[in-house]
């Protein structure tokens, strides 16, 4: 695969499409889901993504905010005092209950898990302990029964020991993201905690590989690429306002979906970043409308984002105290237990017949002893792009494409 710059942002969002449409607010019923999560869970999506485009204003940036969200709410069952305020903080949860976010987590995973059976979406969950670790078991209970936890005891000390987790990670991605974890294992190493995301869709409406032509791409930094520009000309589900255009693009029976949103010409993609929060987000769906005889275009691209360190952002966000030694772990161990990191890595592809994407993250513990014309979209310049569960409005992986190689 050609270097392709990466840029990739990450975090589980909760947001509720086309609310007054009786179909949603009867799925939103049946999976007892919080009006208050959804807005606090698109806070979080747009919190992280704008901390790590601070970081990589002049990359691709793609993540799955879902396996963020997931396993930092695994970890935060066993914080206590002001270390849990400090990620429910971060995680845009401060002030709700802890048992409701548990449940609302619990039905979205397990709607997920059954959702358009067109497309692959497979989420699963890890706690690998050290061998002779006392873990408390209401923490291994809750993350068993709730996230669907697959938890052992390994010898961090053995030669392969890495290797066994990041074949782990390797399975629940189909190969698509292999080498998180590094060997050897630091001694100091109490757990890891890890969530991996696959997903696979066809486009409901397929790009005709004979219509791909060579174009050019004008990267965020003045630099001209030559790609592969698909192109479709139909009626497509369009929208635009003075500051951007939009599209969605429908996967496998149409409730999985890509939204990419092109700025304005005269509006750089980090200055648009900048005006993205909860509103703003509405406002882009909300523009949408089918429209007929709209000329597509939308480049072949790879992006392979990682390994990326969290930790800056999540301290930037609230949850500082989590990765010092004043860090409360009760409800996990006895003795002074802390996060080292959390750890993102995520890939996608986009072609004619539709998209694969692949995220996994890690948090590391560790013991006390270490720290009006023609309607058109012509994506020929950076631009983001969402992929969405619509009928809960999950959004599974965000990314911004700032520059693109041919492939």
């Known amino acids: 695969m050609k270097r392709t710059a990466c840029a990739v942002l990450c975090i589980f969002v909760l947001t509720f499409l086309f609310s007054g449409c009786s179909r949603e607010k009867k799925v939103f019923d049946e999976l007892k889901l919080d009006t208050e999560l959804e807005k606090k869970n698109t806070e979080f999506c747009f919190d992280i993504f704008s901390k790590l485009n601070e970081e990589d204003y002049n990359k691709n940036i793609f993540i799955s905010p879902l396996s963020i969200s997931t396993v930092l709410s695994m970890t935060v069952q066993g914080a206590g005092t002001t270390t849990k305020d400090g990620m429910l903080k971060a995680l845009k949860y401060d002030g709700m209950d802890l048992d409701k976010i548990n449940e609302s987590y619990r039905y979205i995973l397990d709607y997920l898990s059954k959702t358009d059976k067109t ?24 993350n068993k029964d709730v996230y669907n936890a697959y938890v052992t005891e390994l ?27 590094d060997s050897p294992i630091p001694e100091n190493t109490a757990m890891f905690l890890i969530n991996a995301i696959y997903f696979k869709g066809d486009w409901a409406e397929k790009f005709k590989k004979q219509d791909t032509f060579t174009a050019k791409f004008q990267s965020g930094n003045g630099q001209t690429k030559e790609v592969m520009m698909m192109e479709r000309k139909d009626t497509i589900e369009y ?64 992006i392979a984002y990682g390994t990326k360190e969290l930790r800056d952002c999540l301290i930037a966000m609230g949850m500082e105290e989590a990765f010092t030694e004043r860090a409360d772990f009760s409800g996990i161990s006895e003795g002074l237990l802390f996060i080292d990191s959390v750890i993102h890595k ?17 948090v590391r513990m560790i013991d006390g002893a270490a720290i009006g014309e023609p309607l058109s979209f012509i994506a020929d310049r950076p631009f983001l792009f969402f992929i969405t569960e619509d009928v809960t409005g999950t959004i599974l992986f965000m990314g911004k494409l700032y520059d693109c190689e041919k492939y």
């Open 155 to 181: 010898d961090f000390s053995s030669p392969n020991a890495a290797d066994r987790i990041n074949k782990w990670i390797s399975d629940s991605t189909k190969k698509k993201i292999t080498d998180i974890i």
């Open 239 to 302: 929208g635009a306002k003075e500051d951007f255009k939009v599209v969605r693009l429908p996967y496998g029976k149409g409730t999985t979906s890509m939204y990419c949103v092109l700025p304005a010409k005269d509006v750089s993609i980090n200055d648009f970043i900048k005006t993205l929060d909860v509103n703003k987000w509405e406002e882009i769906k909300n523009s949408i409308s089918k429209a007929e005889n709209v000329t597509l275009n939308i480049p072949r691209f790879k």
């Open 119 to 142: 497309i692959e979406l497979e989420i699963n969950n890890s706690i690998w302990i050290r061998e002779g670790k006392q873990i408390k078991k209401d923490f291994i209970d809750i």
């Open 346 to 362: 995520a890939i996608i592809e986009v072609n004619e017949d539709g998209s694969t994407a692949a995220g996994s993250t890690v």
